[in-house]
């Protein structure tokens, strides 16, 4: 069974740090995607990263797909109250599923 | 937004009673997922269908069947309800490329007492 896992858990800043979550497995994946999830919603998809290296940036949101394509990373510039949300990681196993980590909580405060 | 809507979106029933939970896009995606979320585990698959008629077993089937009929319902039906399968439920669609993007409903939260 393929296990994605996500670090931190839970993550509580204050409005303007920095922050790095990360997404691993030992299993390699075809692509992977960064989901935020906010209370009573389902997840919204943020990026698909497809090459191993790649790195992505929307706004202030770095995402780095490791070269062997097994893990990922998520950093968040001056962090805002309105990224507050529960952030999960899918591994996507070559077309045949989609593969979910447990996710990050973060909760940015004012 | 995908179109997809999830009925009901709040359900509270007892054990050993059939729960059929109902997902509709207005998309035209050939792919339809079911997930279950829990605290601590993320997302996981129950059944996924790949077309009309065509479904699979996910990483968590016990306890569950779907059905497809139609390209845009895709249904989820818990035979005899336990306590174990109080969860929030998700669907999900893509378009099926191996790089695609999966659209999630508004979720179902299902209570078994």
């Known amino acids: 069974t393929q296990l994605l896992e996500q670090s931190p858990q839970f993550l509580s800043i204050q409005e303007g740090e920095n922050l790095t979550v990360y997404c691993n497995s030992s299993?390699?994946?075809?692509?992977l995607q960064w989901y935020r999830q906010e209370p009573g919603e389902g997840p919204v998809l943020l990026v698909t990263v497809v090459t191993g290296g790649e790195v992505k940036k929307l706004k202030r949101l770095t995402f780095q797909f490791g070269d062997a394509r097994k893990d990922s990373s998520l950093h968040i510039t001056a962090a805002q109250p309105g990224d507050t949300g529960l952030y999960l990681c899918a591994g996507d196993n070559y077309g045949q599923n989609f593969v979910f980590g447990p996710g990050t909580r973060l909760s940015v405060l004012p | 937004d995908a179109g997809i809507t999830q009925s009901p979106r709040h359900k509270v029933t007892e054990t050993g009673t059939p729960v059929t939970l109902r997902c509709h896009q207005t998309?035209?995606?050939?792919?339809m997922y079911w997930y279950r979320q829990d605290p601590g585990h993320g997302l996981r698959l129950i059944h996924y269908?790949?077309?009309?008629?065509?479904?699979d077993k996910g990483e968590v089937s016990d306890g569950y069947s779907v059905s497809r009929s139609k390209t845009e319902d895709f249904l989820l039906t818990l035979e005899s309800a336990t306590s174990s399968q109080t969860s929030v439920y998700f669907c999900?669609?893509?378009?099926?490329?191996?790089?695609?993007?999966?659209?999630f409903g508004p979720g179902t939260r299902l209570t078994v007492l």
């Open positions: 999900a669609t893509s378009t099926g490329t191996d790089t695609d993007t999966q659209y």
């Open positions: 269908s790949y077309g009309v008629k065509d479904t």
């Open positions: 299993s390699v994946f075809s692509s």
């Open positions: 998309e035209n995606h050939r792919y």
